[in-house]
Every structure is written in C-alpha cells, then in structure tokens.
C-alpha cells in the first residue's frame, strides 16, 4: 500500500519552480531541489520521475499561473488598445521590479533547452499559439473599433508584439533603463497607430 504524502504537491512544485526559474534546468541540481522544495530525493523522484519531469511540471505551473493572471486583465472592460498597453507596461514593470532579474521562466526555458529539448520546445511553442491568438483577437476588435490601424493584419501585429513583449522580458534582465524600455514600447505602440 502507498504511503500518504506528507506534503502538498502544489506548494513544492512552485518552490520547484522558484529554483528552476532562478538557476535554469542545467544549473539546478537534485541537491538544490531537495533543499528548496523541504523533501527527500525519494518524494522528488516517487511523484515527478525524474529532475527533467519536475522540471516539465513547473514549466506548466509557471505557464498557468501566468496565463491565469493575462487572462483576467482581458476580462475587464478597457478597451483591446488599452488592455494590449497594459500588457506590455507590465512586462516592463516586472522587469524593474525583479531584483533578481530572473526573467520570464518561459522565454529563459525557450533559450536554455528549446534547441535540445522537445517537449519544453513543445509547451513553448504552445505558449506562443496560445499568447499570438489572444493578442490577435484583441488588436481585430481593436481594428474593428478604430483604435488600432489596419495598415498590417491582425495575425502579423499579434507575432510582432508577442516578439516584442518576449524581447523586452530577455533586455530587463541586463542592465537597461526603464527609460530605455519605455522608449521601445513607444515604438512598438506606434506600429498599432
């Protein structure tokens, strides 16, 4: 008969994930996990497998939590343009804001192991579907209200702002200005005008 866990699975992933995010998938050993997450190597590998499938999880942790919070900032009543602004001035503040410059932990799963590494090459590109459409459908109402221009399609403004949004998450983790960002999301917003 299987032991009852002794702790909640939820609260240890995200500690996971705190430690993936912070030190990448190479960097981070059993030994960090074990200490971050308060259990034994036997729970880690009894309920993930392996570092790789913790690693996995929290990835889709990360990816949920996330998108949770983007979601509800569209079910507000500002306007496509505004909730678009206010995507992308977060993206900055939480540059600034991150002491630890710790990034996105997508964007950093996408340039650490995409390029080895299947199944993170898989969520990321969901990941990317999933934001393009949801800034598509918002920059067409947009358009359809005369807020946004229609001088590029709906499909081609979404790929360029999600690839600016990713940009500006990889630069805050250098040593660069709010200024300096605040200055590309002008650019960037002058594309929708």
Do not use: P
């Amino acid at each position: 008969m299987a032991r009852k866990k002794e702790f909640d699975e939820v609260e240890v992933l995200d500690k996971a994930l705190d430690v993936f995010w912070k030190k990448g998938y190479s960097a981070t050993s059993i030994q960090d996990l074990v200490d971050s997450m308060g259990i034994n190597r036997a729970s880690i590998y009894d309920t993930w497998g392996d570092k790789h499938n913790l690693y996995v999880e929290s990835l889709k942790r990360y990816r949920q939590k996330s998108s949770s919070w983007f979601l509800s900032q569209i079910r507000n009543e500002e306007s496509a343009l505004q909730i678009v602004r206010n995507f992308i001035f977060a993206t900055i503040h939480q540059g600034i804001s991150d002491n630890d410059k710790k990034g996105c932990f997508i964007v950093n799963s996408s340039t650490e192991l995409c390029n080895r590494d299947s199944i993170v090459r898989d969520i990321v590109s969901e990941n990317r579907k999933t934001m393009e459409n949801v800034l598509n459908e918002l920059i067409k109402e947009g358009q359809q209200n005369g807020e946004i221009a229609m001088k590029h399609s709906s499909e081609s403004l979404a790929r360029f702002l999600f690839n600016t949004i990713s940009g500006l998450r990889v630069l805050a983790k250098g040593n660069i200005s709010e200024k300096e960002l605040n200055e590309i999301v002008d650019v960037t917003l002058s594309a929708l005008d």
